[in-house]
């Protein structure tokens, strides 16, 4: 690719001292880190089960009980909770080997809450849209859950907000800081965004569209990033979309069900273009429409940043 041709112009995530790795070596360590999260998601599996068979041994108790918690939502939490271990992972990564300040992954404590909080009403504003659309269209419809324990919710939310910021410094605060370091900005969001949407590719109920989908929301991410330079509000953007999306509306989330929720909608049969199906509302055109949306809205923000602080 001609560097020189940067329909996204670089950043100051751009303008680093540090060249950088090569893209196949970032990829690699990239997925790397993916498979080390993906054991760490089964540790709490693994626990549970050594914890119900010597409960068994002693006791006698069945190990029913155990299949019974590994679909509970404390499992859940607990889980989604685990991805702390990538957030180690690319921590320790960027600082010792790829020699990144902190402050290049966009952990800043500068505005830190406000960021957090317009990040929080961004991503909740945005899905809550695509929901909008699916009901107009007759895609969907929402009622109350009268069944599920809405105690557990402020944990969920806890835990989101881990996974989503696990997810975004992975892919917009490391992988695609260290591709703007040696490639081109465009290359950075582009690569990332295949990377992310790639990282979901054994998610059940994945179409073409959700692919498409989860491209199009690394590519909203990534410009939102460059528009902030704080990974704190893509991540609560990308946490709160996942919670919204489960424990609020009751929808599944890339494909994985919730037990927990606020409301429960209902995916109407044959508007699965729409609303997307088994995978969830991020397989359907509804949530085509406000990505597209927010990319555009996103990328006229950061023109904007871009000739006011003269950067090109």
């Known amino acids: 690719m001609d560097k020189t041709f940067r329909p996204i112009e670089n950043s100051k995530i751009a303008l680093q001292k540090y060249r950088g790795w090569h893209i196949a070596l970032l990829l690699l360590v990239g997925v790397g880190i993916w498979m080390m999260e993906q054991f760490f998601f089964t540790v709490p599996m693994i626990i549970s089960a050594i914890f119900f068979g010597i409960r068994a041994a002693a006791t006698g108790a069945p190990m029913s009980d155990m299949q019974a918690f590994y679909y509970s939502p404390i499992m859940e939490v607990m889980q989604y909770a685990s991805t702390l271990s990538m957030i180690i992972m690319v921590l320790l990564i960027a600082r010792f080997f790829d020699k990144m300040p902190m402050r290049t992954l966009g952990i800043k404590k500068e505005k830190l809450v406000i960021r957090y909080l317009i990040g929080l009403v961004t991503g909740f504003a945005i899905f809550s849209l695509a929901v909008l659309i699916c009901h107009l269209t007759g895609a969907l419809t929402i009622n109350v859950d009268t069944n599920s324990n809405k105690l557990l919710i402020p944990l969920f939310f806890i835990a989101w907000m881990i ?21 081109s900005t465009l290359t950075g969001v582009l690569v990332n965004s295949v990377f992310f949407a790639a990282l979901h590719c054994l998610n059940s109920g994945l179409t073409p569209l959700a692919l498409v989908n989860l491209f199009l929301f690394g590519v909203f991410a990534s410009v939102v990033y460059l528009i902030s330079e704080s990974i704190w509000t893509v991540a609560a953007i990308h946490s709160i979309w996942n919670m919204v999306q489960g ?18 909608s209902e995916l109407i049969a044959g508007k699965e273009l729409i609303n997307g199906g088994a995978f969830g509302l991020e397989g359907g055109l509804g949530v085509t429409t406000v990505l597209l949306m927010g990319i555009i809205i996103a990328y006229i923000l950061y023109r904007k940043n871009i000739l006011e602080s003269k950067i090109i």
């Open 163 to 183: 996974q989503g910021f696990s997810e975004e410094i992975l892919c917009r605060g490391w992988l695609m800081g260290s591709i703007c370091k040696r490639y």
């Open 247 to 264: 424990n609020f509306y009751g929808i599944s989330v890339s494909g994985n069900p919730t037990s927990t929720t606020v409301f429960t």
